[in-house]
Nanobody, 116 residues
């Protein structure tokens, strides 16, 4: 199983960025997908989650309104659209696939830096 994130970059405060994560080696449409992030010296935290069919999404309160998760099961891809980015959004962003409590996979992470 592989999850490969892309879309890393340096963006100015207030800017936007879209991350993508392509899955292979798994029945992508059966997995709940999530994005997490980890900033230096901090614990990994949930950014957004989406149900298998994409009909339900969830975000921590601190992410609501700026981040949008979506998926395209035909392309085995999950996206994270990030708007109005702030310096505190600087982190490594990880894609996560989960089926039950047994099958959990992580991507290698992609760096997002928000700085002027």
């Amino acid at each position: 199983v592989q999850l490969v994130e892309s879309g890393r970059g340096l963006v100015q405060p207030g800017g936007s960025l879209r991350l993508s994560c392509v899955g292979s080696g798994l029945t992508f449409s059966s997995y709940v997908m999530r994005w997490y992030r980890q900033a230096p010296g901090k614990e990994r935290e949930l950014v957004a989650g989406i149900s298998v069919a994409g009909g339900t999404t969830n975000y921590p309160d601190s992410m609501k309104g700026r981040f949008t998760i979506s998926r395209d099961n035909a392309k085995n891809t999950v996206y994270l659209q990030m708007n109005n980015l702030k310096p505190e959004d600087t982190a490594v962003y990880y894609c996560n696939a989960r089926w039950g409590v047994t099958y959990i996979y992580w991507g290698q992470g992609t760096q997002v830096t928000v700085s002027s």
